[in-house]
């Protein structure tokens, strides 16, 4: 049975000593977010993350959500969980005060999210859809909507969900279907049938609030006639409370690889009532609101999942034992050496744990920029932080979760058949894992975004807020006798990067499938070159730290560096490869001879 | 045939003016006469009025102040004897017979024996103006027809009558030709000459249909813009340019001059939205607005006239399905089935027969009709190129499906084209069904004709190396925009080492609408956002280089520009032996302008410039000064006569008025260098290094505290200063130029790293506008 334990120690050191947590408090609006508060809040969120979400993790994948009747019923005990994590404030840790929230930090919330996924990803799926929803209305519903909804949405009273997909369109969403007829009372009609629908009906909340795409009437063709809409599960009587039903209902659920515990729903909307967020037509902009901090969050939901399948086996290789290492016994006194002397499960282990820790300093850069873009005085600060966090959000959606799938696999091949099968737990993180490479658009999205929108926004702007800083690491470091060794390869690295963003750039002006062919691989040179350079930053930090270090964490910080820099960034050679090749090996392959 | 060292010009109207100004930019003196205004203190008021008008002129109507000498005001009551001095009198009073008769009457009788009088009319036949004239004047009279601006628009058409002498017709059209840079074409008697019979017929057709079909102003003005290879403006969007007040006169004029048979009568229906407009003052860009104008009770909103409620409403892009799904077809766009598809073969079917009809009315050469349009409205081709590019056939079966006259033309050319390339050779079709070689003027040379008959001698994907005879070669830039990149760099490179094996002397020409606006910024910004530092450098590097050895190879160098050459592409000139320069060239370093320094040679060039062609004070500091003057502000050249007084041009370069002949005159240039050629000296420049770069300072931070400078402006002008100055030199050690380009390399890649000189490249590029940050 998998055990989890939240990585404070590390949490910490990515976001005090790497991402400079101190300064946030002074950021306007953050002056209270002291490390004095900090502190405290993280040890109370891996608290419920270990002792009350964790313990239904594997209890919940084995039993699902039940589904009779239009009724759909969380497995046991999520109800109860539910409402210690409601009754904790762990709702509303990252939502406006203005509307109840508490107001924290992305760089703190980032990590609080990272636990919940760790312990329990189906269970973090109803408060990440509601804050999903919440993001889309605060930014822009109406005032009268904003006060009738968002409180209840942040105390968790209320749940939210995104309704997008239909039967016949999922990334394509010019393509939907779903009717809004205006009432003449500023109400909508709403008709249609979704599907996909993650927390769409479950047994948790008072209300759901859906948050619906739809067309007008006299909507143009494709995605410029979309519009947005808050559709709640019961209309609201006059108090203000949850009355008569609204033509909600849902279909069925589906059977899925994983995050079982949580429920897909086919939704169908029957002349539900509901009212306009943002413009008319301009549904896809509210909903790119909501789509950004998602697609972050799913990079998490890998990072989460990675670090416990990481945990689970390290311990299984400490006490797994089994044969001898290749070079002698290394204990007499067992019957057999732990498999953690074989040099294979070390590079499993380390290849793993390298992932971990890197991704979760990736996610830190792109959570404190997030709190720059929000809350710099300096407005060429902030529009530079949003500039990277535009540049840097498909990156970390699917490098995220391409590696916490790849961890997972790792995490589960330490344990041999042990792995496969389900009472440790370990196949459940791979299955979970699976699906964040696939929804809020699939990692091949990801790329095509990257390659396509982010890369040639103002002229390649955007690009200057990454490459900038990491060019001037490396021109000030590279001479660095202590850090060559870390700086050196990421230099290598970053020239091929160099080579092959201009590659893309000029070869897919040309000619639009060059750049398509190249973008998931592009994204990844990216992505191990952007860890590369944290890991080189670590290894700086950690390396001045090694004489007060009482219990090897820096030893071991600037091992996993090492690690990084001689194992896995040379991925990036064969990735700047594959990106020169280009695309016409594929798209001359003759369609028929598939 | 009689020179023409002076003239005259009657009328000083904005035709008059212009036509006058252009005279004197080709440095012949002129007379601008105008009536005497009643109860005038001032006899001369009009015509000088009109010369402080052409002065202020937006764009410039004169080249250099010194041409804006050479032009005397006068009236036509104090100063008529003055014209027994002048070899050609030109009249662009108003378009009434009644006056230009009286006047041609007192012409008559002041003129010297011999000269030339011709008329700018645009409606009035010259079977008209010589009614009742003397024969003497019949003899030496004929029609020069300019286009608005004079001095901008290349198009001059000519007709003579058959009374006119053809000496007198040679003359006028020699001197339009060499001194006026014009292309003429000779059009016949016939009402509104060449283009703007079609033009006119053109216009009329777009806009009654489109009111007619109830289509909205922006899209069609995407349709008869880019598809059809005519300027974005459109048809709505030109009528605002030009005036709309202008159509109804144009129209009656032409609709009272020509036969009744004459397809333009079926299309001259009034448009009552047209009328109410004007009535409105609504009379165009000059008015309050036109088709288009911009609201500012709303902001400063453009709005789109409604052509069915003829009420103003927000403008929007132009949205037209048909474009899309047509491509690059011009057949497809007109045969799409849609309102916009059957608009455009509405409008460019109808016009492209028209043209066809006009053959053998207007003018007798298919090219004449094609030059007139290109020139005289600034189609990009022809309308026999675009009835080529549709197809005869295919022109001729719609023009039956749909019930519409074909034009006898069409018939003669059934299954041909009215141009073609015969080995190696341009032809066009003839009156008499025959194809004829396409003759360009004794001393037109065009590298777009040389192509069709050889292969290049070196070539890539931004440049090419062309044999044009005589032992010369010229080197073309062929990159978008005549941007300067990497390949270009590499294959000056070669070409510099084939010319010295192979020619006698190198031309650097092309034929793009301006010779270079610089290095490629998109590349140069992009490098930037990666930090490619080391690429950018090397680029500077190879830019100083290939520069240094154009300028140090051991044959003659002749650089021909014509339009813009900024930047990189003024560096080039400026490493030339010589240069023949278009006289519309417009020179300038304009680096600080995106944040730079020049980078590839041009500080240390226009530094050696000034400190021997400057005719300065003693000292190393005025040559500094002014180069700084010049560059810290990125001063144009607005001509190649400003260009000689900045020294972008030396004084002994020369200067082409007409286009078409600067290949030419540039050939001949760099042959006249070969005989005894010996590469330049390389300077040596004495700099005064740390206390001037302090005087520069002083200057910079002065207009910084007036306002005239931003902050980013002392940045870049400060780097500059340091480039200028030496440096950390001073006068007692000179600088060779290794040593002034090190400087320009280091200030430069100081400065390409600085966030203002990134946003000011990145504005550049995605606005076109600079910053001024």
């Known amino acids: ?594 | 045939m009689a020179n023409i060292d002076k003239v005259a010009v009657i009328g000083a109207g904005t035709m008059g003016a212009g036509i006058a100004a252009q005279v004197a930019n080709a440095g012949i003196p002129v007379l601008l006469l105008d009536i005497v205004p009643a109860d005038a203190t001032n006899r001369n008021a009009i015509a000088e009025g009109a010369l402080e008008r052409l002065k202020k002129a937006d764009p410039a109507a004169f080249m250099s102040r010194d041409a804006a000498r050479l032009v005397t005001p006068g009236n036509i009551e104090d100063h008529l004897a003055a014209l027994a001095e002048c070899d050609w009198i030109v009249e662009a009073v108003i378009e009434r017979l009644d006056i230009k008769q009286s006047l041609y009457a007192k012409i008559e009788a002041a003129r010297k024996p011999g000269s030339v009088v011709s008329s700018n009319t645009s409606t009035i036949p010259l079977s008209a103006l010589i009614g009742g004239l003397p024969t003497t004047f019949a003899s030496d009279f004929c029609i020069t027809h300019f286009f608005n601006p004079p001095r901008y628009m290349r198009l001059l058409e000519l007709v003579g009558g058959p009374a006119t002498r053809p000496e007198a017709l040679e003359a006028v059209r020699h001197f339009a030709d060499h001194r006026l840079g014009k292309s003429v074409v000779e059009a016949k008697d016939r009402p509104g000459f060449i283009a703007n019979r079609l033009g006119v017929y053109w216009l009329q057709a777009a806009v009654i249909e489109a009111v007619e079909m109830g289509l909205d102003i922006e899209d069609v003005d995407a349709i008869v813009g880019r598809p059809m290879g005519i300027p974005k403006t459109g048809v709505f969007g030109l009528l605002d340019l030009v005036g709309l007040d202008l159509m109804p006169h144009v129209n009656a004029s032409l609709a009272a001059a020509l036969p009744a048979e004459d397809p333009f009568h079926a299309l001259n229906r009034p448009v009552p939205l047209v009328d109410k407009l004007i009535a409105e003052g609504y009379t165009g860009r000059k008015g309050k607005g036109g088709f288009y104008r911009v609201n500012r009770e709303a902001g400063k909103r453009k709005e789109a006239v409604d052509l069915v409620t003829g009420a103003f409403r927000p403008a929007r892009k132009a949205d037209v399905e048909a474009i899309a799904a047509a491509g690059r077809s011009l057949t497809a766009l007109l045969d799409h089935d849609s309102p916009h598809g059957r608009y455009a073969w509405r409008v460019l079917g109808r016009t492209l027969a028209y043209a066809a009809f006009l053959l053998g009315d207007a003018a007798d050469e298919v090219e004449a009709i094609d030059e007139a349009m290109r020139l005289g409205y600034n189609w990009k081709q022809g309308p026999f190129q675009l009835i080529d590019k549709v197809g005869v056939d295919w022109l001729v079966s719609r023009l039956e499906r749909e019930g519409w006259a074909v034009p006898p033309a069409l018939r003669l050319a059934a299954g041909r084209t009215f141009h073609r390339i015969e080995a190696g050779r341009r032809q066009v079709l003839g009156l008499d069904g025959a194809y004829h070689d396409l003759v360009r003027p004794e001393g037109v040379v065009l590298l777009d004709d040389l192509k069709l008959n050889r292969q290049p001698v070196l070539k890539n994907g931004s440049a090419a190396l062309w044999d044009i005879g005589d032992g010369v070669a010229c080197f073309e830039f062929t990159s978008k925009m005549n941007s300067i990149d990497s390949e270009i760099m590499d294959l000056l490179g070669k070409s510099i080492r084939r010319v010295k094996k192979d020619f006698k002397a190198l031309v650097i020409y092309n034929e793009g609408s301006n010779f270079s606006a610089g290095a490629n910024l998109g590349l140069a910004l992009f490098a930037a956002n990666i930090a490619a530092w080391t690429e950018i450098e090397q680029m500077v590097t190879a830019g100083q280089q290939t520069y240094r050895a154009l300028k140090y190879a051991p044959f003659p160098v002749v650089g021909a520009p014509s339009g813009m050459a900024l930047g990189g592409g003024c560096e080039i000139l400026l490493h030339c032996d010589a240069v023949q320069a278009h006289a519309e060239t417009y020179v300038g370093l304009v680096e600080v302008g995106v944040g730079l320094v020049p980078g590839w040679g041009g500080c240390k060039e226009m530094l050696s410039r000034w400190s021997s062609l400057g005719n300065l004070p003693k000292g190393p500091m005025p040559a500094v000064g002014k180069v700084f003057e010049t560059v810290a502000v990125a001063t144009v050249a607005k001509s190649a006569a400003e260009a000689k007084e900045l020294l972008f041009l030396r004084p002994s370069d020369g200067v082409t008025m007409n286009r078409a002949r600067l290949l030419a005159d540039a050939k001949a240039k760099a042959l006249s260098l070969v005989e005894g050629y010996v590469p330049p000296a390389p300077p040596v420049l004495t700099l005064p290094g740390p206390s001037g770069k302090v005087a520069l300072d002083l200057a910079i931070g002065s207009l910084r505290r007036q306002g005239k400078a931003t902050p980013h402006d002392e940045v870049v002008s400060g780097a500059l200063a340091e480039v200028l100055t030496g440096g950390d030199t001073d006068v007692t050690t000179p600088l060779d130029e290794e040593q002034v380009l090190e400087l320009e390399r280091s200030r430069f890649m100081r400065l390409v790293r600085h966030p203002g000189t990134l946003a000011r490249i990145e504005t550049m590029l995605l606005t076109g506008k600079p910053l001024r940050n």
């Not at chain 1, 993280?42 to 009779?68: M, T």
């Not at chain 1, 019961?234 to 108090?239: F, I």
């Not at chain 1, 916490?404 to 009472?423: C, D, K, P, S, Y």
Request: charged share 25%; aromatic share 8%; hydrophobic share 40%.
């Open chain 1, 1 to 594: 049975m998998a055990s989890y334990t939240a990585p404070l120690r590390d949490m910490r050191y990515v976001l005090f000593d790497l991402m400079e947590g101190d300064g946030l408090a002074s950021l306007p609006g953050f002056e209270d977010f002291t490390r004095d508060l900090i502190d405290p809040v993280l040890d109370e969120a891996a608290k419920i993350c270990e002792q009350v979400l964790h313990p239904i993790n594997r209890s919940g994948d084995e039993e699902g959500c039940a589904f009779e009747n239009g009724v759909v019923r969380t497995p046991k005990g999520f109800r109860e969980a539910y409402t210690l994590f409601r009754e904790g404030g762990w709702t509303s840790i990252s939502c406006d005060p203005a509307h109840g929230g508490q107001g924290w930090p992305k760089s703190v919330g980032i990590l609080i999210e990272e636990m919940i996924c760790s312990a329990n990803l189906s269970f973090g799926m109803y408060p990440g859809l509601s804050h999903g929803a919440y993001v889309a209305l605060h930014a822009h519903g109406s005032d009268e909507l904003k006060d009738t909804y968002l409180p209840k949405l942040v105390d968790g009273t209320w749940s939210g969900t995104m309704c997008l997909t239909e039967p016949h369109c999922g990334t394509d969403l010019g393509l939907l279907r779903t009717k809004a007829i205006p009432e003449g009372d500023g109400s909508y009609k709403i008709t249609g049938t979704k599907i996909f629908i993650s927390a769409g009906e479950h047994d948790l909340t008072e209300n759901i609030i859906h948050l619906v795409l739809a067309r007008l009437p006299d909507a143009p063709k494709g995605v410029k006639g979309i519009s947005l809409f808050l559709v709640p599960k019961y209309r609201l009587k006059e108090d203000g409370t949850p009355g008569a039903s609204n033509g909600v209902s849902c279909g069925s659920i589906e059977h899925k690889m994983g995050i079982k515990a949580s429920s897909t729903c086919v939704m169908n909307f029957d002349d539900s009532i509901g009212w306009l967020v943002g413009e008319p037509n301009k549904g896809m902009r509210a909903m790119f609101a909501m789509m950004n901090t998602e697609r972050l969050s799913v990079g998490v939901q890998g990072l989460g999942l990675a670090e416990a399948s990481y945990q689970g086996a390290v311990t299984y290789a400490r006490e797994r034992l089994q044969g001898r290492a290749l070079t002698g016994v290394k204990h007499p006194d067992k019957p057999a050496d732990p498999i953690i002397v074989h040099p294979d499960v070390r590079r499993m282990l380390l290849t793993h744990r390298a992932y971990v820790e890197g991704s979760r300093a990736l996610a830190a850069w792109v959570g404190r920029a997030i709190d720059h873009e929000e809350h710099h005085p300096d407005p060429a600060v902030r529009a530079e932080a949003e500039e990277f966090v535009a540049l840097m959000t498909p990156v970390v959606k699917a490098l995220l979760t391409d590696l916490g799938f790849e961890a997972t696999n790792l995490g589960m091949q330490v344990f041999g058949g042990h792995g496969f099968i389900r009472e440790h737990g370990m196949e459940q993180y791979v299955r979970d894992c699976r699906i964040a490479q696939i929804y809020e658009g699939t990692n091949g999205i990801q790329a095509l975004d990257l390659v396509g929108r982010k890369l040639p926004a103002h002229a390649g702007r955007n690009l200057r807020r990454f490459f900038h800083p990491v060019s001037a690491f490396i021109e000030a470091k590279v001479e660095d006798e202590q850090l060559g060794e870390f700086v050196q390869p990421l230099a290598k690295a970053f020239v091929r990067l160099q080579q092959a963003t201009a590659q893309v750039a000029r070869a897919g002006m040309a000619n639009p499938d060059e750049a398509g062919a190249a973008a998931t691989d592009y994204l990844r040179l990216l992505g191990l070159t952007a860890l590369g350079y944290l890991w080189a930053k670590m290894a700086e930090i950690s390396l001045a730290k090694l004489n007060d270090d009482p219990d090897g964490f820096h030893r071991a910080k600037v091992a996993t560096a090492r690690f990084y820099v001689e194992r896995v960034l040379p991925q990036t050679n064969a990735l700047f490869a594959m990106v020169m090749a280009g695309g016409k090996s594929m798209m001359d392959f003759d369609e028929a001879a598939f």
